[in-house]
């Protein structure tokens, strides 16, 4: 999801109180899949139709029925304190995965995580996005990993966000940006 690369408008625009047209270039460029567009899509409806004509439609049907029935909840920000990297095997086809969990900093002082898994040895759509995720987060330069042994060999060599924003829009909260420093 492009959207994992707009961490820093979205950053700007609800942290530093930036304006929409200050970040126009990030709607331009990303559409559909700009953070911005797509969780703050109410407040800017206008300016989105204006830098990205086609974004509207697809957003209002996504998301204004949700916020409108009062469901949806906007992302949340979390200091990272730690992050650790294990190999999970799946319980329904025992398929092997890198399970990335995030040690957070929760509002309440409780300490808890987030996870997301890393599919390095799936097919299709999900080795997609464990080639994306890796691009992300390794160093310019290095070989993807083929197998989750090699990508937990690498684990000291990712980068770490300070920050990441989830969204609990799901059935399970989900990622959806991070910032690093």
């Known amino acids: 999801m492009k959207a994992m690369k707009c961490h820093e ?9 930036k304006t929409i047209d200050d970040i126009k270039d990030c709607l331009k460029a990303h559409g559909n899949d700009c953070i911005i567009a797509t969780f703050c899509q109410v407040d800017i409806k206008e300016k989105v139709k204006e830098y990205v ?10 998301i204004e029925p949700e916020k409108e029935k009062g469901q949806y909840k906007p992302p949340v920000e979390y200091d990272v304190n730690d992050i650790r990297y294990f ?5 329904t086809n025992n398929s092997l995965s890198m399970q990335v969990s995030y040690d957070i900093e929760c509002p309440n002082n409780d300490n808890d995580s987030v996870s997301e898994w890393v599919c390095v040895e799936h097919e299709g759509y999900a080795r997609k996005k464990a080639v994306e995720w890796l691009k992300d987060h390794l160093p310019a330069g ?10 937990l060999e690498l684990k000291d060599e990712y980068r770490k966000p300070v920050k990441i924003f989830v969204d609990y829009n799901q059935k399970f909260p989900r990622i959806i940006s991070r910032l690093y420093e």
């Open 87 to 91: 190999m999970h095997v799946s319980k």
């Open 142 to 151: 290095y070989p993807m990993p083929d197998t989750i042994e090699e990508a």
């Open 53 to 62: 004509p086609e974004y509207v439609e697809d957003a209002s049907q996504k």
């Open 9 to 17: 408008c979205f950053f700007l625009f609800t942290q530093e109180k």
